[in-house]
C-alpha cells in the first residue's frame, strides 16, 4: 500500500545549525507535499508545503525540496532557534485523491 | 469560534461507558478526518469523511463509530473502549479528501480506565 517514510526519528542540533529532515513516498500519483510542525502540547500546523509542478521553495529560514524521480522530499531549517523545537511531520496526498498519508515524525531538539 | 474545535478537551471514561467526541470545523471545508496521536503511532489516521460520505476507514475497531451529519460537524461515538485506546483524539478537516492543507483541531485527551 501507499507509504511515507519519514528520517530521523529524532534530530538534536546547536542552535544556529541547519537541521535537513528527509521523506520518501511510494504512490507516484502524489502531488502534494506539506509538512507540518507539532510544538508540545499544541496541535499539528501548516509550515510549509510544495507541489509537484516545483523543485524547491522557500519561506524565511524554511525550505522545502522535490525529487519526483527519486520520490523523495526534504524540509530544510537554517539557523536554527530553541523555538524550532518540536515533532515535524511530512505528508503525501494526491489531488483528487481520497487520504493524505503522514510520516511517522521527527522530534527536532535545538540546544541553546 | 474559528477553525476546528473540539469538544471535550479531556475525557475520563470507564470501559463500559458510552461517550462522544465532537468535532466542528468553521472554514466551510468539505473534507474532516479523526486521527488518533500515541506515543507508539504519532498520527494514525481512522476515518476519512467527504461531503459527508466516508471513504476511509482505516481497519478501525468497531468500538469506535463515526458520524458525519454535515460538512462541518463531526463526531466520534465510543463504546467498551479498552486501556489502550488512551490516546489523543484530533480531529482535522480539509477543502477536500486530498491535495490540500489540513486544518486540526486542539485535541480530546481520552483516558480509558
Known amino acids: 500500500g501507499e507509504n511515507v517514510e519519514q528520517h530521523p526519528s529524532t534530530l538534536s542540533v546547536q542552535e544556529g545549525d541547519s537541521a535537513v529532515i528527509k521523506c520518501t513516498y511510494s504512490d507516484s500519483a502524489s502531488n502534494y507535499f506539506p509538512w507540518y510542525k507539532q510544538e508540545l502540547g499544541k496541535r499539528p500546523q501548516l509550515i510549509i508545503d510544495i507541489r509537484s509542478n516545483v523543485g524547491e521553495k522557500k519561506d524565511q529560514r524554511i525550505a522545502v525540496t522535490l525529487n519526483k524521480t527519486a520520490k523523495h522530499f526534504s524540509l530544510h531549517i537554517t539557523e536554527t532557534q530553541p523555538e524550532d523545537s518540536a515533532v515535524y511531520f511530512c505528508?503525501?496526498?494526491?489531488?483528487?485523491?481520497?487520504?493524505?498519508?503522514f510520516g511517522a515524525g521527527t522530534r527536532l531538539f535545538v540546544k541553546a | 469560534e474559528t477553525g476546528v474545535t473540539q469538544t471535550p478537551r479531556h475525557l475520563v471514561m470507564g470501559m463500559t461507558n458510552k461517550k462522544s467526541l465532537k468535532c466542528e470545523q468553521h472554514?466551510?471545508?468539505?473534507?474532516m478526518y479523526w486521527y488518533k496521536q500515541s506515543a507508539k503511532k504519532p498520527l494514525e489516521l481512522m476515518f476519512v469523511y467527504n461531503f459527508k460520505e466516508q471513504t476511509e476507514n482505516n481497519s478501525v475497531p468497531s468500538r469506535f463509530s463515526p458520524e458525519c451529519p454535515n460538512s462541518s460537524h463531526l463526531f466520534l461515538h465510543l463504546h467498551t473502549l479498552q486501556p489502550e485506546d488512551s490516546a489523543l483524539y484530533l480531529c482535522a478537516s480539509s477543502q477536500a479528501a486530498s491535495g490540500y492543507e489540513q486544518y486540526f483541531g486542539p485535541g480530546t485527551r481520552l483516558t480509558v480506565t
Open positions: 472554514l466551510g471545508h468539505n473534507a
Open positions: 505528508a503525501a496526498s494526491s489531488t483528487g485523491g481520497f487520504k493524505t498519508i
